[in-house]
């Protein structure tokens, strides 16, 4: 179907458009800030419990050795299944190997828990931005 002939508003085009809008994921977008919901919260809270337990066993050696601290920003993405979609540095914390010990920590710890029925009935996808503290022998998170 062409631009001109929907932009007539037909029906057919009216169902094809709620068609597609059906069609795009449930994204809901957490920070620690807006997990107010009781599954958001623990969710949340299992999922970074999951995280700092895979990072503290794997805490990067160069970050101990040569006394490398910092906060970095990270936007991960998990479906409703618990596999991850995506991971994306926010803001780095200005070391390299810092930041990709993050990433390969997200890529390790994963499959997540599947959301539970709860979330699962208004989300398919969870993006959680949270804020990476490599602190001297301990990983943290915000």
């Known amino acids: 179907r062409d631009r001109v002939s929907c932009l007539v508003g037909s029906e057919m085009c009216i169902r094809d458009r709620t068609q597609a809008f059906a069609n795009h994921p449930r994204v809901r977008r957490l920070t620690s800030v807006s997990a ?5 919260a623990a969710y949340l809270a299992d999922w970074r419990q999951r ?16 006394g490398l601290y910092g906060d970095l920003r990270l936007l991960v993405v998990i479906r409703k299944d618990g596999s991850l979609e995506d991971i994306q ?4 914390s200005g070391y390299a190997v810092l930041d990709e010990a ?3 920590i997200v890529r ?4 997540y828990s599947p ?4 979330l699962a009935a208004t989300t398919d996808k969870l993006e959680i931005i949270r804020t990476w503290q490599f602190q001297e022998n ?3 998170s915000e």
């Open 108 to 111: 390790m710890a994963a499959p």
């Open 36 to 40: 107010k919901q009781a599954a958001d």
């Open 102 to 104: 993050a990433l390969k």
């Open 89 to 92: 540095v926010l803001k780095s």
């Open 138 to 140: 301990e990983l943290g």
């Open 115 to 118: 959301f539970p029925p709860e």
């Open 51 to 66: 995280l700092e337990a895979v990072g503290n066993k794997y805490y990067p050696e160069a970050s101990v050795r040569y």
